[in-house]
């Protein structure tokens, strides 16, 4: 009998614990989720992998073919890192990109040459908890913790350039939009890839998140909060846009975003409360790959919202 009493107490106990380890293993995910590679190795995102492949070295300044200067940036007890690519005669305008979730740096490379060339310098840098910049060993944050480093750099790349222009990519949109009355007349216009409207809404879209018992996300919710700092319900830049800088900004989306569903694009563009807004329908393209897709129309489209920041 004795016996007995003893499964039964084993399985209620292992039935107890199944919620609570599997509400961690989802947190996991979303915050590691197994394309987040800190640091600047060989693991390169496929989109790393299709537009710089010959960065996914175990040192990629060794393949740079641009003149390059690297930057450190002081925040908290480390830096942010980065490169800066000075226009050769100098500007009095800057390039300055974010990257998203699980990237770094190398996300920017393929807009260097082109931006150059239209008389801009450029600045890459990766976010806190990426690359090789600042890492509490928490994960990913989706622009809640990023928003912070993009003002640190912000304050940076103002010192190099009189006029800041701001592509925002995936998560990073979500970065630049959160902080936005933090930044409002320094950034001359703005263009924003590929966002997301709400990082709640972003996960119970999921299809394998829809398929979860409810409990089991509020549960995974509940251990971003404790250990992460933060839960899904604070990351909602589309709910964040009152008094929203009145600047250029091109909202850009691909139909074939399986990472970032093309809604939550059109979304933000709607939410915007401005009227000096573009929104561009990459017809194809997937989650970051209008610039693969279509480099042409885009790279206009992009030219065309930064010149009307400078007739404001």
């Not at 190795?41 to 070295?57: F, R």
Request: aromatic share 16%.
């Amino acid at each position: 009998m004795k016996k007995w009493k003893w499964i039964v107490f084993i399985v209620l106990f292992l039935i107890l614990l199944f919620p609570l380890f599997s509400g961690i293993y989802l947190a996991s995910l979303v915050t590691r989720p197994p394309w987040y590679h800190p640091g600047l190795g060989k693991e390169c995102s496929s989109e790393q992998i299709q537009s710089a492949p010959k960065l996914c070295i175990s040192n990629p300044e060794l393949a740079l073919e641009i003149p390059f200067e690297p930057i450190r940036i002081p925040y908290r007890d480390s830096f942010l890192r980065g490169w800066f690519f000075p226009k050769e005669k100098g500007s009095e305008h800057l390039f300055l990109f974010v990257h998203g979730a699980g990237g770094d740096r190398r996300n920017g490379y393929k807009y260097v040459s082109t931006f150059l060339k239209a008389g801009y310098s450029v600045l890459l840098y990766d976010s806190p908890n990426h690359g090789e910049s600042y890492n509490d060993g928490k994960g990913i944050s989706y622009g809640f913790k990023e928003k912070e480093g993009f003002l640190k750099v912000l304050s940076f790349a103002e010192k190099k350039a009189k006029n800041i222009y701001v592509f925002a990519s995936s998560a990073g949109t979500s970065a630049v939009l959160l902080s936005h009355k933090d930044w409002k007349g320094r950034v001359k216009a703005l263009v924003l890839e590929n966002p997301f409207f709400s990082l709640k809404r972003l996960i119970e879209e999921n299809p394998t998140a829809k398929k979860l018992p409810y409990f089991l996300l509020r549960l995974s919710y509940f251990w971003m909060q404790v250990y992460n700092e933060f839960e899904p319900g604070m990351i909602q830049p589309g709910e964040n846009l009152k008094d929203f800088p009145e600047i250029p900004v091109l909202v850009s989306h691909g139909t074939e975003d399986k990472t970032i569903p093309f809604q939550h694009g059109l979304d933000i563009f709607q939410a915007l409360p401005i009227k000096e807004k573009t929104f561009y329908k990459a017809e194809g393209a997937g989650h970051c790959r209008i610039w693969n897709h279509q480099k042409k129309a885009y790279a206009e489209q992009i030219s065309k919202t930064f010149t009307r920041a400078l007739y404001e």
